[in-house]
């Protein structure tokens, strides 16, 4: 089945839905909470007093439509529907600067989307470090004919917490020299984890504390309540600002089934390793005991941890109110067992009825990722450019013309063959710009990630990437400097999984290829939240002479130049 063949039958299936398509309309207020996320008092953003933020739950082919008020005192907001492509709606991507412009305070910005395929997704703060700030929430696009078969089902959305506030964090960052945020104090399973204190104290010699929770703790953990002998679909999505995790259930295997909205072959594993920006599903089949109850462990893989894992319980229904877990939380596995991380990473192929990537691409761009400085300033960069994103949103400047913008230019596009990844760069100096590529409508293109060495030492980290308004086929992964006209033959063109997001491991490479079929302007970028601050990103501008045509929303672009266009035009 071709590529274009398979989208259409896509689109058929959805536009089924869609002639009794409902319409999800919701209004959202987003203002900061006194909360106690893991037993400690600090300060959230929350939508409608709630954090994490409410869950939206829709059908393939629905119109979801969100009300976004701000009801922060002096900053802006926008939100990213994580996993959404925004099909024909480019201006309801939700990222600041890019998309559109950040939504003032008192002012309410209108969300207008479909969406266009199932999958468990989730939607998060694009401004600043809004999501370190808990500006988050599950989204659950369901499809019309479910081929997966279970009995129920859960949500664990994931995430990392500190007690420094995002603000004091992002000066830290951008300070010279930069003041590293360090690791965070607590993992968080739907917004509740425990600071100083241990769930699974009573297993232990150790002497930690145990946790000691009220009935109506902010910080108590949910339990999963099962039934024997039944199969349970487990919705899983990291939204962590840093952390590499890995989720594990005390006792029972995991079949993952979905990975970032699309199926994939199904497999079997003890635990799973999720990187911030993916998502996965996977089926739990319970066992015959009816009084057990298990722990769930999630612990941080990729990073030396000096955080506590955090726990919940999965509960047999006919288990005591007072009964606890009789064995110990699963094991993290060792934090830097890369070739681990890499063997789960290669079990992903395509579930049948995908259709393979085209077998060759008309454009390569190789990306490669550096630690650099600006005038003392500690940068990510890509190519040797550090991203710096614009007053006036990239979609405006191009809707318009505004020919003035000379800084939407594009970076270089091939690997410095003379650079030794194995080394810290031997020039550190690095610029900063837009870090724009632009790429016309119906070609297929190869994108090549890089990983290299820090500034400092012998150390490279783990960069998990984010294509906004794509699925990307991950052709696969590499160790060392990648080798054009040598390692595409390792490619796997026949049946590779479909991603919005995917790894790229300390000292290696990851190939992924996709097809410019969206008009837009779409963010790819480190998901961790310090490196995009940082720096650490690019964006594709799609299909320009169609950008310039399209009939964007006059309140995408009151900011910057474009506000002052359309002023000039007497629009506002």
Known sequence: MSVIVWWLVTVVLVAVHSASARVVELDWEVEYKFWWPDCKEGIVMAINGQFP???????????????????????????HWHGIRQRGTPWSDGAAGVTQCPINPGETFTYNFTV???????????????????????????????????????????????????????????????????EPQSLLINGRGQFNCSQAAYLSNEGKRQCKFRKNDQCAPETLRVRPNKVYRLR?????????????????KLEVVEADGNYVKPFTVDDIDIYSGETYSV????????????????????????????LTVLSYIDAPESARPSLPPPVTPRWDDYNRSI????????????????????????LLNTQNLIDGHTKWAI???????????????????????????????????????TKPPANPTTTKSSGIYKFPMGIVVDVVLQNANVLKGKISEIHPWHLHGHDFWVLGYGD??????????????????????????PFGWTALRFVTDNPGVWFFHC?????????????????VDRIAKMDIPDEVLGCGLTRKWLMNRGRH
Do not use: C
């Not at 009084?291 to 990073?303: E, L, N, Q, Y």
């Open 383 to 421: 190519n040797n450019v550090s991203l710096s994103v614009t007053a006036t949103p990239y979609i405006g400047a191009i809707r318009y013309g505004l020919n003035t913008l000379s800084y939407l230019k594009s970076p270089a596009k091939e690997l410095v063959k003379s650079y030794d990844i």
């Open 116 to 182: 266009d395929k199932p999958g468990t997704h989730f939607y998060h703060g694009h401004y600043g470090m809004q999501r370190s700030a808990g500006l988050y929430g599950m989204m659950i696009v369901r499809s019309p004919k479910e081929k997966l078969r279970y009995d129920g089902e859960f949500n664990l959305l994931l995430s990392d917490w500190w007690h420094q506030s995002t603000h004091s964090q992002e000066l830290a960052l951008s300070s010279s020299p930069m003041r590293w945020i360090g």
């Open 527 to 543: 998901h961790i939240e310090p490196h995009l601050h940082m720096g650490m990103g690019v964006v594709f501008a799609e299909g």
């Open 480 to 505: 060392g400097k990648f080798r054009p006209g040598v390692d595409e033959k390792k490619y796997n063109l026949k049946n590779p999984p479909l991603r919005n997001t995917v790894a790229l491991y």
């Open 283 to 310: 089926l739990l089949r319970t066992h015959s005991f009816p009084t057990k109850k298990h722990f769930i462990s999630v612990g941080v893989r990729g990073r030396k941890p000096n955080t506590t894992q955090a």
């Open 343 to 366: 063997s789960f990473s290669n079990k992903f192929f395509a579930a049948k009825g995908y259709p393979p990537p085209p077998e060759k691409s008309d454009e390569q761009l190789y």
């Open 236 to 252: 899983i999505a990291s939204t962590t600002a840093l952390a590499s995790l890995n989720l594990a259930v005390e006792g029972h």
């Open 53 to 79: 933020g409410p869950t939206i739950d829709a059908v393939a082919g629905d119109i979801v439509i969100i009300h976004l008020t701000n009801k922060l005192s002096t900053e802006g907001v926008v939100i």
